[in-house]
């Protein structure tokens, strides 16, 4: 964790005072900000001992009500801190932030300070950062978005780590430290437990590979037991060759990120962990590997689900959606009241939205609303797309009950979004489909290129992190 706390004063001395448009500055100062924001909403000068701090970043007052805003605007300053290698940082949050700015405040802070050093040696410390608050109900808003932050850079790391060293057994250990860590239950269901229940999805995409797969769920009773049961399911498949239908080299480069669901919803469970707030929520954690072997999944094969569906293969590289057909038929097995998977699953969704919006799928208008309302409030844009009924024909099989793959082309997310919708049945569901969204192609204000930690925060609210 990046060394970021709160207080209700700033700290002296400390090398960079970061400030938000409105504070008093000397006029010198005041007027190398302005100069500055006429090219950009931040600002970074030598004080030149007309403040006790060395360095001064000036930021422009942010829409407060746009969390996304708010959030990349204290990113850069966290951006420009690093920029300059100050040690050591006091931001002065302003009294007209509203407490619901708290999130965006702190999870901007945090992603902007985040640096992924573990195979090399860092250029320089990562500051120590002071959040100075104007109230106590800011403070409580913030230690919660502290929370969120942590399991945002969890996230990232993971998705950051090679393959080689984030496969399904690490990930089983990752969640089983999260799960000693914040006081949840875990249980493990094994290859030989898989094939006991029927998971036939699951195993079919992992048997290929001598990293066994597994299902992990994580158990947080917030509420009596009769009570409802939130359940989220990451897709974790820890490397993507595509199968027998091989990714061509470029597009498999990247593809230690095809678990980013699953490290996703294990970011979420340590937030929730960490506030222990009044819901009963299962994490579901579906971790397989897909290789290439004499025992590949084929082409043309026809498998079977926990819930008994018969699915014929299309296409081995749709496997994303084979692991989340077993875990979402299991969390409604367990009883679940409503269901979210999250999952990098398909190119069709940086066609369709690119890198802004992440595709929204379901099948219930309440829960759907819900999703879309923790999602703003998170500062993570979703766009919810149709499901009329001629998109369901589109992954009819003529030889099982459903098909993995849809027409071509068409309407891809659509194909793996409902495709995975069937094994919620009439159980309220939702999809985030976080493929593009999950990797930053190049730097910015909220981090370097990399992992995102992206649904983190939204899969907390929803739980009521």
């Known amino acids: 964790m990046s060394r970021l706390r709160l207080a209700r004063r700033a700290p002296v001395p400390v090398e960079a005072l970061v400030v938000v448009e409105g504070h008093p500055l000397p006029l010198a100062l005041r007027r190398e900000v302005l100069r500055q924001w006429a090219r950009g909403p931040v600002a970074v000068t030598a004080t030149l001992d007309r403040l006790p701090q060395p360095l001064l970043v000036a930021l422009r007052s942010p829409d407060w009500d746009d969390p996304v805003a708010t959030a990349r605007r204290f990113g850069g300053a966290a951006r420009a801190l690093l920029a300059e290698r100050a040690l050591s940082a006091a931001v002065l949050v302003p009294d007209e932030a509203p407490d619901d700015a708290a999130e965006a405040i702190l999870t901007g802070l945090s992603r902007g300070l985040y640096r992924f050093d573990r195979y090399r040696e860092p250029v320089a410390p990562l500051p120590a950062v002071t959040v100075a608050v104007p109230r106590r109900t800011f403070e409580s808003a913030g230690r919660r978005a502290l929370d969120v932050a942590r399991g945002i850079r969890l996230a990232r790391d993971l998705v950051n780590t090679p393959a080689e060293e984030m496969g399904p057994d690490e990930l089983e250990a990752e969640a089983r430290r ?76 990247l593809m230690k990120k095809d678990m980013a669901g699953a490290a996703a919803v294990l970011g979420a469970a340590l937030a929730v962990g960490r506030q222990r707030p009044k819901r009963n929520v299962r994490f579901y954690l579906a971790l397989a590997e897909n290789s290439v072997a004499g025992n590949a999944l084929r082409p043309g094969d026809v498998i079977r689900a926990l819930d008994g569906t018969t699915i014929e293969i299309g296409n081995t590289d749709a496997e994303g959606r084979l692991v989340l057909a077993d875990a979402v038929a299991l969390a409604v097995r367990d009883g679940a009241s409503r269901v979210l998977d999250v999952a990098t699953l398909t190119g069709a969704a940086l066609v369709a939205l690119g890198r802004v919006r992440i595709p929204l799928v379901g099948n219930d208008e309440a829960w759907l609303s819900e999703v879309e309302r923790a999602a703003a409030r998170a500062g993570e844009r979703v766009w919810r797309f149709p499901t009329d009924p001629e998109y369901r024909d589109a992954i009819r099989s003529k030889i099982a009950t459903i098909r993995n793959t849809g027409r071509g082309t068409e309407a891809g997310v659509l194909a793996g979004g409902l495709f995975i919708g069937h094994f919620a049945g009439t159980t309220p569901w939702a999809h985030l489909d976080i493929s593009p969204a999950s990797w930053a192609e190049t730097a910015g204000d909220l981090g370097p290129e990399g992992a995102t930690g992206v649904t983190v925060a939204t899969l907390a609210r929803l739980a009521g992190a």
């Open 178 to 253: 999260v799960a000693r860590q914040v006081g949840l239950s875990c249980r493990v269901h094994d290859r030989a437990r898989l094939r006991r229940m029927g998971a036939g999805a699951l195993l079919a995409v992992g048997r290929a590979s001598p990293r066994a797969p597994r299902m992990v769920v994580l158990e947080h009773r917030g509420a009596p037991k009769r009570g409802d049961w939130l359940a989220f399911a990451g897709k974790g498949i820890c490397f993507d060759t595509g199968g027998l239908n091989l990714k061509p080299g470029d597009r498999m480069a």
